[in-house]
């Protein structure tokens, strides 16, 4: 009988990682340090001009071990917009586009995603853009989750992710005639994310 009693304590005891209870979900802050938002879109049909964020912020919940997403939020400054062309980022940032002064926040949300592998899947949630939010999905590949090789040494997670914006569906439809600017607008997204304690 004892050694039965022994025997259950032990199972107890180990129970805790058969299940996994020790890979629980964990918080992720975006590190801006080492974040790019960026996009094409095409010009005249000559070539694509290539712009970039630079005010982002964000976090979300992910389990390493079971892949579930949860609770994404990424907030863009719509101001912060540069192309390397003063005159065009000024036009950008007005009303003919992001309309920045009025709608100063862009937002991407999501509550999951859906593995395809290890290291890929599709995370679809919903885009707020000039104060219409509307479905989008972002193609994501996991690149890399470890302890960083020095500085802050915490857990970090580096993603690369991809994604199709149509402009006029958010009423953003300067230049769409004639095919001056590019409705479709590709987005391009090189993140890491830092574990939060």
Known sequence: ???????????LALAPLATGAWADPARYVIDRDHTVVAF????????????????ISGSFTYDDTTQELSDLSVRIGAASVQSDHEARD???????????EAFPEILFTAD????????TGVVA?????????????????????????FGHKKE???????????????GM??????DIVG???DVIIEMEAIREE
């Open 112 to 119: 999951g995603g859906i593995p395809s592998s290890d290291s």
């Open 125 to 149: 949630g919903e885009l707020t853009l000039l104060g219409q939010s509307l479905p989008l999905s972002l193609d994501v590949t996991l690149n890399k989750i470890g302890a960083y090789p």
């Open 173 to 178: 439809d300067y230049a769409v005639a004639g």
């Open 156 to 170: 970090t997670l580096g993603i690369s992710a991809r994604a199709q914006v149509q402009r006029s569906a958010y």
């Open 90 to 100: 000024g036009h950008v940032r007005g009303a003919d586009f992001l309309n920045a």
């Open 40 to 55: 094409l879109v095409k010009h005249i049909g000559y070539a694509n001009a290539l712009g970039r964020f630079t005010d």
């Open 183 to 185: 409705d479709m607008v």
């Open 1 to 11: 009988m004892r050694r039965i009693v022994q025997r259950l304590c032990l199972a």
